[in-house]
C-alpha cells in the first residue's frame, strides 16, 4: 500500500510491518501501541523498524495512520483502551482525500516545529558556550 509519510512516500505491506518487528523487543510505549505477536510495541518504533527511519522524522498520528491502514488497531493508552486508528473500509482507500492532505501537512508542521525547537536549543548552548 502507498502511503505519504512527512512529505516522503512509503509502499509497505501489513506482513512486511510483521516480518520487521518479529524478533525485536518492544520498547515501553508512552501513548500509542498496537498489539503485534510478539508483544505490544509503541505505534513509531514498528513503523521505524518497518521503514529504517529515524522515530523523529515521523509524528505518532502517522505511524497511527500507517499502521492502521494496513488492518493494525492502534490504541491509545492514555485513555484505557480506546482505539485511536481502527481500520474500516473508508481507510482502506488511497489517502487522496482532503482529511489526509490536511492530516499530513498537520505533521509536517509538528516535525518543523520540533526541527526548530531542537535548532534553537543548539544556538542557546553556542551563545552560552561564547566568552
Known amino acids: 500500500m502507498d502511503f505519504t509519510v512527512g512529505g516522503r512516500k ?13 524478533g ?3 520498547e515501553s510505549y508512552q501513548t500509542y501501541y498496537v498489539d503485534l505477536a510478539d508483544g505490544r510495541y509503541p505505534t513509531k518504533q514498528v513503523l ?21 491502514r494496513l488492518g493494525f488497531t ?13 481500520p474500516t473500509a473508508a481507510a482502506a482507500a488511497p ?16 516535525v518543523l ?9 543548539r544556538v542557546t548552548a553556542l551563545e552560552v558556550k561564547q566568552p
Open 10 to 22: 512509503l509502499t509497505l505491506t501489513k506482513e512486511e510491518v510483521e516480518r520487521a518487528v518479529r
Open 24 to 26: 525485536q523487543v518492544a
Open 48 to 68: 521505524a523498524l518497518a521503514t529504517g527511519w529515524p522515530r523523529d522524522s515521523f509524528t505518532s498520528h502517522e505511524a497511527n495512520r500507517v499502521l492502521g
Open 74 to 86: 492502534c490504541v491509545n493508552a492514555d485513555t484505557e483502551g480506546h482505539k485511536s486508528f481502527t
Open 95 to 110: 489517502d487522496h482525500s482532503q482529511g489526509d492532505e490536511i492530516q499530513r501537512l498537520t505533521a509536517s508542521i509538528e
Open 113 to 121: 516545529q520540533a526541527a526548530v525547537a531542537g535548532l534553537a536549543a
